[in-house]
C-alpha cells in the first residue's frame, strides 16, 4: 500500500490556490519527493507527512518552478537535527547546479548528503521499494520516474491458521512476519505474494517513447496536463502535454488510474482538463494541493 | 501615507503560520520588498499588493530564509510579462550569488533587472522617497534599511480655497496637485509642506550603534524579535535580538512605534514577546503573516 500526497499541483508560476510541483509517496513511514518547487516544505509541515521522514528526493529538471524549494528543504532538515542520510537526483547537471546554490546560502548541512546525477534507466534501492528514472523529452535535459514497491506478502488467511490451531494475537503477527509458529510455517497460513504498486510520475514531457515504455501497465501515472487540447499548439511549442494526451498514454499503456496535475493558471475551470481526459480514459483525478490518494494492488482512492 | 504589509514573519524555518521573512512597504502603487524568503512571492499572491509593482527589493544578508524568494519572484515577473525595470540589492556577494542561482535556474530574465551590492550608507532613490543601507552587526555580512518618505505637501484648506471664491471640483485638485488657478497659487491654500514617514528595517542583528543611528525618530522600527530574554544566551550565540532589546532600541531612538518581527519557532505562544517589550515601549505591534498596516505623520494602525 501507498500513499500519494500532491504538495504542489500548479506550473511555472503559483497561484492562490496551488503552488510549484512537488509531490511525496510513501511507504510504510518512508518518503519520496518528485520534484521539490518553491514552497514544498511549508506544504510538508500543512500535510499530515514529516518532512523529517524524506529519504530520497527526485527532481525531473532544471526549471526554476521545479527545484526552487530543494535548498530550503535540505537547511531546514538540518537546522531540525535530522542526522539520517538523504539522497537527492536530478538529471544531468543538477549535483553542480544544487551545489552551487546551497554555496550562495549560508548555512551547512549537517547530515549525510549524497547528491546524484542521473542518466536514464538507472534505479536506486530503498528499502522496499525502487525508483527508476527514464527519459521523456522537454526543453531542456530532463527525465522522469517510475517509483516501483516490492512484491509484497501474500493474504493472511485466518481459516487456514483457525484449522492449524492458532490463536489470534501474537503468534498472527509471527506468521505474518514470515516466522514460524511451532510447526506451523508462514508460507502455510499467507497467501501467494503479490506484486507491488508502480506508480510512474512523467515530469514536463511531450508525449514520448520514453514515458510510453515506462507507463505500462502501471498502477497510477501521475502525468502532466499544462494544457488542454485547444491549447495544443502552445503545448507543443513549449513541451509540455495537453490532457488528452495525458489520457492517450494512460489508455495506451493499460494504466489503472490517471492523475493529471502541473496544470496551467490559464484555467480557471480545470475541471475542463479531467473533463477532457475522461473522454478517452476513465479513472481520471484532478488532484489539488495537499491532496491524498491511497494506491493499493486493486484500489486506488482519494483519502 | 504608506503601508507596510507584512508576507512572511517567521525565521529560519516557516511553520504552518508564518513563512520565511519579507517586508513589503507601499508608497502610493510602487512597492518595496525588504528580503525574499521562500514563499514570497505566494504571499504576494493571496495579499492585494500585485508582484507587478515591485520597484525595488532589498535583501539584508546571504541566509537561505532571507533569499530562497527572490529567484522564483524574479522568474514569474519575467513569465508574467514584465517590461518594467527593477532594482535588488544586497549586501557585498549579492550580485555575484543571485547570479550563480538565476544561472542554475533555466529561464530568461526579460526585463530590465538592476542587480547591486551595497556598503552601508549607501542610498537608492524612487520616484517620493528612497531607501538606505545601515551596518548592523550578524553573522555574515550584513545590512539594515532605511525607506524615507520624501517631504509631503501639505494639507488642503478648504475654508481658504473657498474664501477665494473657488468651487469645489476639478480646480481643487488643480491646487493640491500644486498648480495655480487664476491667480491663487498652490501655496495659497496648502498647509506647510510635512516630513515624510520614514521605516526602518533591522534585518537580523544584535542591537548595535548602527542600527540605534539609523531608528533616529523613525515612525515605525520593524525589528527582528527571534528570541525572549529567558534565552537571551541563545540570542547572542546566534548573533540575534530579544523583545526587550528591540524595545529598548526603540525607546532611545524615540520611534513612534515598533513592529516585531522574524519571531522563532519555539514559542508556540508569540504574545510573551509583545508582553516582554510592552513593559519597556508603550506602542508595539506582532503582526501576523499577511497582516498590513497604514503609517501616517500621525498614526499607525492595523488596516
Redesign the interface.
Known amino acids: 500500500m501507498l500513499e500519494i500526497l500532491f504538495l504542489g499541483t500548479g506550473a511555472?508560476?503559483?497561484?492562490?490556490d496551488r503552488?510549484?510541483p512537488c509531490v511525496a509517496v510513501r511507504h510504510g513511514s518512508d518518503i519520496i519527493l518528485f520534484d521539490c518547487g518553491?514552497?514544498s516544505?511549508?506544504q510538508l509541515?500543512?500535510s499530515h507527512f514529516s518532512f523529517m521522514k524524506v529519504v530520497g528526493i527526485f527532481i525531473t529538471?532544471?526549471?526554476?518552478?521545479h527545484?526552487?524549494?530543494l535548498?530550503?528543504l535540505l537547511?531546514?532538515m538540518s537546522?531540525?537535527g535530522r542526522k539520517e542520510p538523504l539522497i537527492v537526483c536530478g538529471p544531468k547537471g543538477f549535483g553542480k547546479?544544487?551545489n552551487?546554490?546551497l554555496?550562495?546560502?549560508?548555512?551547512a548541512i549537517e547530515y549525510p548528503l549524497e547528491i546524484k546525477d542521473l542518466e536514464c534507466d538507472e534505479t536506486v534501492r530503498f528499502e522496499g521499494f525502487e525508483v527508476s528514472s527514464f527519459s521523456n523529452e522537454h526543453n531542456?535535459p530532463s527525465l522522469g520516474y517510475i517509483f516501483k514497491e516490492d512484491r509484497t506478502l501474500g493474504r493472511f488467511d485466518k481459516k487456514k491458521a483457525m484449522s492449524f490451531g492458532i490463536k489470534p494475537g501474537p503468534d498472527y503477527s509471527r506468521l505474518q512476519n514470515g516466522e514460524s509458529v511451532g510447526e506451523i510455517t508462514s508460507e502455510m497460513v499467507m497467501g501467494p505474494s503479490r506484486k507491488g504498486c508502480t506508480v510512474v510520475y512523467s515530469g514536463d514531457t511531450i508525449p514520448c517513447t520514453g514515458l510510453t515504455e515506462a507507463s505500462r501497465n502501471a498502477d497510477v501515472l501521475i502525468h502532466e496536463s499544462t494544457f488542454s487540447e485547444k491549447h495544443l499548439e502552445l503545448a507543443k511549442e513549449h513541451w509540455h502535454s495537453t490532457a488528452a494526451q495525458a489520457a492517450a498514454t494512460a489508455k495506451e499503456c493499460g494504466c489503472k488510474a490517471l492523475m493529471l496535475t502541473h496544470t496551467s493558471n490559464r484555467y480557471d475551470d480545470k475541471s475542463i482538463l479531467k473533463e477532457e481526459a475522461m473522454r478517452i480514459f476513465e479513472n481520471v483525478f484532478l488532484p489539488n494541493d495537499l491532496d491524498m490518494y491511497r494506491v493499493s494492488d486493486n484500489d486506488v482512492r482519494l483519502v
Open positions: 511555472s508560476v503559483p497561484s492562490r503552488v510549484m518553491e514552497g516544505q511549508r509541515m500543512l529538471h532544471m526549471h526554476g518552478d527545484i526552487l524549494g535548498p530550503g537547511q531546514t537546522l531540525s547546479g544544487l552551487a546554490v554555496s550562495v546560502c549560508e548555512g531542456v
